[in-house]
Nanobody, 128 residues
Framework: QVTLVESGGGLVQAGDSLRLSCAASGRTLSTDTMGWFRQAPGKEREFVSAIMWSSGRTFYADSSKGRFTISRDNAKNTAYLQMNSLKPEDTGVYYC?????????????????????WGQGTRVTVSS
């Protein structure tokens, strides 16, 4: 069992920055993958970024590459998403997710379906 709690969302203007946090508890993340997804009203949940806990290898959606940075703090069992140069289209509820155990390949982590645990979400609103 893994419990995830997101924080750090808020209302900002275009061009501003936010740092989201995802605190995990319940089990070790040594073989897990932590992902960030977002969902806007009327749209499907979409991939933002992910990090493989053991290696630190990172993955980004095309929309976030170059602007967002995902990282982890092993001591705090926490993942972060640093979001810079925010755009109105970044608006949505951001969810932290954990996929437990090793997986085959890496293409799977861009879909929400393989993830086993989800946080309640933190809202990000970017105004023009």
């Amino acid at each position: 069992q893994v419990t995830l709690v997101e924080s750090g969302g808020g209302l900002v203007q275009a061009g501003d920055s936010l740092r989201l946090s995802c605190a995990a508890s319940g089990r070790t993340l040594s073989t897990d993958t932590m992902g960030w997804f977002r969902q806007a009203p009327g749209k499907e949940r979409e991939f933002v970024s992910a990090i493989m806990w053991s290696s630190g290898r990172t993955f980004y959606a095309d929309s976030s590459k170059g602007r967002f940075t995902i990282s982890r703090d092993n001591a705090k069992n926490t993942a972060y998403l640093q979001m810079n140069s925010l755009k109105p289209e970044d608006t949505g509820v951001y969810y932290c997710a954990a996929a437990v155990g090793p997986k085959y390949g890496t293409s799977w982590l861009r879909s929400p379906n393989p993830y086993d645990y989800w946080g309640q979400g933190t809202r990000v609103t970017v105004s023009s």
